[in-house]
């Protein structure tokens, strides 16, 4: 949406719609009560998260032999400490003297089992004390002592956030378009670029999609220089949101391109030295800003620029860079004093290239001129080492089928390197990551966690040790302290239990398997049944779907208690299933790019024939009674589902969805479609994957949801959608929540209450309760 004039049609008919109720048939089922709904609610994620006892599936890393991490129980949280060269575990301090100390410092009551959780930040300094931050306050606390805590005073600063230096001494933040650096120990702030300007700015976080104040840098090392990129956005077309007020409405707009745009953000690489403020340009033409990893240049939320790798010795650094079409990339080298920049070696294939699934698998050997590149030249990906002086491949590191999903650890000195892959073992389920070590000089790589479940790895700073948390969708997490050498058992960290859970009435979902549209690929998924479930019943069958290609529906093989609502839905008296289809990622290349430039697939073919084999499979599930939901992507698959299947589909919610991605960000279409085309007829090719061209076909009940001021999804595209049923005169529904963005936020339990009641009415027959209230989600 490049203007806000000459709208006044669409907005009036949209208006129109949403004074509407569109009537249906009036439900002739039973009718459920609100006693019905808290049952289903108390399978909410908030619920029965609580209930899980000793899931240690996280750490936090002190030093190369220490880790913390929270054990829960009945009783609440207790932070523990192990030691990896012994295995022993115990409290770090008393949870009761710190929870007393602190809430005589803060004046406020604090809990001693609520201590190391949310709301708190642990830190601890060289003489023992701990630096804690309760909920943006500060406070230094010696437990050692007589357990005082004294209010640390913090030197005044800017509200723009920062990225810590390695010594931890400074961070660098961006502040009217240029970068500036903090003392953290006196406050000071330091200039470091002056010839920043509007929409050419340093360090700068805005993908389109995305757009934060935090700055994108990479530090040195040795904490002196700091690799970043001057943005140039100056040309580049805005996207627009207005918030509803008392008053004068007000517009937010920011730089946002679309596939086809002649003007892209572009950025220009530089280098300064933080102690004389020199900035160096590498001699590059301007780069695209893009990722070899997402579809950003930083994938976290802590500004870290995947892309770019120092050297040791912070006197160099390698980068790769991305063609906008993302089927070409350059592995390059550059000298962080001269700005000399050189291209190793480059990458083509036919789709798009992709170096990780959580990051960026490329590293970076200057000390023996070499590189470890991951490609999937094999129909998997693996990883070759390549000599940087010649540009030439030296051998794979790894072969074979299997996927290498994130390189986790490297020994430059013993050249071996760890990491998590998927499919490498038969008979194990090709989604469970399991963790490996390898040399980069080739040999069989070594298995360090044969357990068949999908494992979470956190490796420690010295990569001797790792926790190793696995479990399955069924089997609850065991936690156990492993040697990087061979795997061994060092220690048990926890086992959890599902007592509690198990008591307040929950039961795991089911795998199930079905056959792909070739009729040969294994896909798999999750099936959730009411818990009292009845198989002399017939059910009516709800599809959760989320289409890729980053992720797929069922979104992880960990033990999660809850994944999302999908068995509060079955307790409304559905089959609720999850299914991963063709076109989503962790499988092989061919598997992940099935319907590379037609995105209007979305797995469907695969979702219509795996919901048909398992109606043939159980004949409790009502082939005739098919709903579909999703958000996001998943909004999108939705309406597409009930547009090119309408026969099949006959209730959909679509939430926040991309219905048409020639207005999405450019960097989305552009790798998952290709560039735009426009022929001479006025067809494009991305004419398949644009929703509001099938409205035509709809049959069914269709709910479009979404935030006005969505700066992800911008509402535009549900208005598309809106606007194309309008003229085609068909009844539809549609819920616009104001001033919410992608996520719901405080508005989420009011949307998720609204979708149960839709799916309760519309595809199961039944009466909803009227107006029942879910809890206030704890994270809102």
């Known amino acids: 949406m490049k203007s806000t004039i000459g709208k006044t049609r669409l907005a009036g008919a949209l208006a129109a719609v949403l004074l509407v109720v569109t009537g249906g048939a009036m439900a002739q089922g039973r009718t459920l009560t609100a006693q019905d709904y808290a049952r289903a609610e108390r399978f909410m994620p908030y619920n029965t998260m609580p209930l899980v006892d000793h899931d240690v599936q996280r750490v936090k890393w002190l030093d190369g032999s220490h880790f913390w991490y929270v054990d829960h129980d009945a009783s609440g949280d207790h932070l523990m400490e192990m030691d990896a060269t012994t295995g022993k575990a115990a409290p770090p301090f008393d949870q009761a003297k710190l929870a007393a100390a602190l809430a005589k410092a803060s004046g406020k009551p604090v809990p001693a089992n609520k201590v190391p959780v949310r709301g708190f930040d642990f830190s601890v300094q060289k003489d023992g004390r701990y630096d804690i931050d309760l909920k943006g306050k500060h406070y230094i606390c010696d437990l050692a002592g007589p357990g005082n805590c004294t209010a640390k005073v913090m030197p005044k600063t800017g509200s723009e956030p920062g990225i810590v230096s390695p010594d931890k001494t400074k961070e660098a933040f961006v502040r009217d378009w240029n970068l500036w650096v903090r003392d953290l120990a006196t406050g000071k702030e330091t200039q470091l670029t002056t010839d920043g300007v509007k929409d050419f700015g340093y360090a700068t976080d805005n993908a389109g999609w995305i757009h934060t104040n935090r700055a994108v840098v990479n530090w040195s090392p040795d904490s002196k220089k700091i690799a970043t990129y001057q943005q140039d956005q100056r040309g580049v077309g805005e996207m627009y949101t207005v918030s509803t007020q008392v008053g004068h409405p007000k517009l937010d707009a920011w730089k946002y391109p679309l596939p086809g745009d002649k003007k892209v953000f572009m950025i220009e690489p530089v280098v300064i030295d933080v102690a004389s403020r020199k900035v160096v340009r590498l001699q590059l033409p301007p780069q695209q800003r893009l990722s070899s990893l997402c579809d950003d240049i930083s994938c976290s939320s802590d500004g870290h620029w995947d892309d770019l790798k120092?050297?040791?010795?912070?006197?160099?650094?390698?980068?790769?860079?991305?063609?906008?079409?993302?089927?070409?990339?350059?592995?390059?080298?550059?000298?962080?004093?001269?700005?000399?920049?050189?291209?190793?070696?480059?990458?083509?294939?036919?789709?798009?290239?992709?170096?990780?699934?959580?990051?960026?698998?490329?590293?970076?050997?200057?000390?023996?001129?070499?590189?470890?590149?991951?490609?999937?030249?094999?129909?998997?990906?693996?990883?070759?080492?390549?000599?940087?002086?010649?540009?030439?491949?030296?051998?794979?590191?790894?072969?074979g089928s299997g996927d290498v999903i994130d390189v986790l650890h490297l020994d430059r000195k013993s050249r071996e390197l760890w990491f998590t892959g998927t499919g490498r073992v038969a008979g194990v389920n090709p989604y469970y990551r399991q963790f490996w070590k390898v040399s980069l000089d080739g040999g069989k790589p070594v298995?360090?966690?044969?357990?068949?479940?999908?494992?979470?790895?956190?490796?420690?700073?010295?990569?001797?040790?790792?926790?190793?948390?696995?479990?399955?969708?069924?089997?609850?997490?065991?936690?156990?302290?492993?040697?990087?050498?061979?795997?061994?058992?060092?220690?048990?960290?926890?086992?959890?239990?599902?007592?509690?859970?198990?008591?307040?009435?929950?039961?795991?979902?089911?795998?199930?398997?079905?056959?792909?549209?070739?009729?040969?690929?294994?896909?798999?998924?999750?099936?959730?049944?009411?818990?009292?479930?009845?198989?002399?019943?017939?059910?009516?069958?709800?599809?959760?779907?989320?289409?890729?290609?980053?992720?797929?529906?069922?979104?992880?093989?960990?033990?999660?208690?809850?994944?999302?609502d999908h068995q509060s839905m079955a307790e409304l008296g559905f089959i609720v299933i999850a299914l991963d289809g063709m076109g989503t990622p962790w499988r092989s290349a061919s598997f992940h790019h099935t319907w590379y430039g037609d995105m209007g697939d979305n797995t469907l073919p695969d979702q219509v024939k795996g919901i048909q084999e398992l109606a043939q499979r159980y004949p409790w599930i009502d082939i005739n009674r098919v709903g579909i939901w999703g958000h996001s992507g998943g909004g999108n698959t939705t309406v597409d589902a009930m547009f090119r299947y309408p026969d099949f589909f006959k209730v959909g919610w679509a939430e926040s969805g991309n219905h048409d991605n020639r207005n999405y960000e450019n960097d989305w279409g552009e790798k998952y479609q290709g560039l735009l085309v426009k022929n001479k007829d006025g067809t494009t090719n991305y004419d398949n994957q644009a929703n509001q061209l099938l409205a035509k076909n709809l049959k069914g009940r269709l709910m479009l949801v979404h935030g006005t001021i969505d700066d992800n999804v911008p509402i535009g595209e549900t208005f598309l959608v809106a606007d194309a049923l309008i003229k085609a005169n068909k009844d539809f529904d549609m819920l616009i929540i104001p001033n919410v963005r992608h996520g719901y936020a405080s508005a989420t339990p009011y949307a998720t209450r609204r979708r149960w009641d839709y799916f309760v009415k519309n595809l199961a027959g039944n009466t909803p309760p009227k107006d029942y209230a879910l809890k206030k989600w704890p994270w809102f």
């Open 310 to 399: 120092w050297a040791p010795d912070s006197q160099t650094f390698a980068m790769v860079n991305s063609s906008r079409d993302r089927k070409q990339v350059w592995y390059r080298v550059a000298n962080a004093d001269t700005g000399a920049v050189r291209t190793a070696f480059d990458e083509k294939v036919a789709t798009y290239y992709e170096s990780g699934m959580d990051h960026a698998n490329w590293r970076y050997l200057p000390k023996s001129h070499e590189a470890i590149w991951p490609s999937e030249r094999n129909n998997w990906q693996n990883l070759y080492l390549y000599d940087t002086n010649t540009g030439k491949e030296l051998h794979p590191i790894t072969t």
């Open 447 to 564: 298995l360090l966690t044969p357990e068949s479940a999908d494992h979470i790895i956190s490796m420690s700073p010295d990569g001797k040790t790792f926790v190793d948390s696995w479990s399955t969708p069924t089997t609850a997490p065991v936690t156990v302290l492993r040697s990087s050498d061979d795997g061994h058992v060092i220690a048990t960290v926890a086992k959890a239990g599902l007592g509690r859970l198990k008591a307040a009435g929950w039961v795991p979902p089911v795998p199930f398997t079905v056959k792909a549209r070739d009729g040969k690929t294994t896909l798999y998924g999750l099936m959730f049944k009411p818990t009292n479930f009845d198989p002399h019943k017939k059910y009516p069958i709800i599809d959760y779907v989320y289409p890729g290609p980053q992720t797929g529906s069922v979104m992880g093989r960990s033990f999660l208690p809850s994944r999302y």
